[in-house]
């Protein structure tokens, strides 16, 4: 779920170079950055419903909310984003989060609950 999401985010965010599922150690090189970890959810055979923290970063609040809110809506969008996505659910919405002491980053962070079939689509990078 990680590496569909960073494929999916990544053309909103300039290329595979501003999402993952860790920070970079440049974190302040490569902003925007997008990072999406899978927290939990349970799966079976056929379907998965994973819990994924999504944390947007950016050099301010005034560049990072209206990017949150196009990944958000990226997600929550009718069809979704990727064939195999069913649902996608967000509680709680974007909301600001601590980043260390670096004051150069700004960062929002969501949850997102998904129902996804369990199929490959295509290979993800």
């Known amino acids: 779920m990680e590496r569909l999401l ?3 985010f990544a ?3 300039g290329g595979l170079e ?3 599922n860790q920070t970079p150690p440049d974190l302040e090189a490569v902003l925007p950055f997008a990072r999406t ?3 939990g959810g349970p799966r079976t055979a056929t379907m998965d419903f994973p819990t994924v923290e999504v944390d947007v970063f950016a050099v301010d609040e005034a560049a ?3 990017l949150a809110s196009r990944l958000a809506n990226l997600l929550l969008a009718k069809p979704p984003p990727h064939p195999s996505i069913d649902l996608v ?4 919405s974007f909301r600001e989060l601590p ?3 670096n004051e150069n980053v700004y960062r929002l962070g969501a949850t997102f609950y998904i129902e996804t ?3 490959r689509v295509v290979p993800l990078p």
């Open 6 to 8: 960073s494929a999916v």
């Open 11 to 13: 053309a909103q965010l």
């Open 18 to 20: 501003h999402v993952g």
């Open 37 to 39: 970890v899978r927290t």
């Open 64 to 66: 990072c909310s209206p």
């Open 89 to 92: 659910i967000c509680d709680p």
């Open 99 to 101: 980043w260390g002491a």
């Open 117 to 119: 079939r369990m199929v």
